[in-house]
């Protein structure tokens, strides 16, 4: 089982930035993929990214493609989001995800087993 503790979220304009960040603890085996998503009020959750763990294949969202870039750093065991050019329905909870499995195309929600808590990222007009 991995632990993940996400920070970074806030209150930000348009058009402005945000990284967030994902440490993570625990089982090595149980991150071999990383992914982020998010959930606003009433809706589903939703893939934002994700990564994996040691080759550094990424996979994006249409939503978010050319704006966002997920990374990770092997040797603090984080991964990050940055986030640019923020829109107001980039407006939701952010969540930290572990996936045991190794993912070379659009992964879902089922397929991790490790969540953090959230952060909140809201996005002003």
């Known amino acids: 089982q991995v632990q993940l503790v996400e920070s970074g979220g806030g209150l930000v304009q348009a058009g402005g930035s945000l990284r967030l960040s994902c440490a993570a603890s625990?089982?090595?085996?149980?991150?071999?993929?990383m992914g982020w998503f998010r959930q606003a009020p009433g809706k589903e959750r939703d893939l934002v990214a994700r990564?994996?763990?040691?080759?550094?294949?990424?996979y994006y969202a249409d939503s978010v493609k050319g704006r966002f870039t997920i990374s990770r750093d092997i040797a603090k065991n984080t991964v990050y989001l940055q986030m640019n050019n923020l829109k107001p329905e980039d407006t939701a909870v952010y969540y930290c995800?572990?996936?045991?499995?190794?993912?070379?195309?659009?992964?879902?929600?089922?397929?991790?087993?490790?969540w953090g808590q959230g952060t909140q990222v809201t996005v002003s007009s």
């Open positions: 995800a572990a996936s045991s499995r190794v993912i070379w195309s659009r992964p879902a929600t089922a397929d991790f087993g490790s």
């Open positions: 625990g089982s090595t085996s149980s991150r071999n993929t």
């Open positions: 990564i994996s763990w040691s080759a550094g294949n990424t």
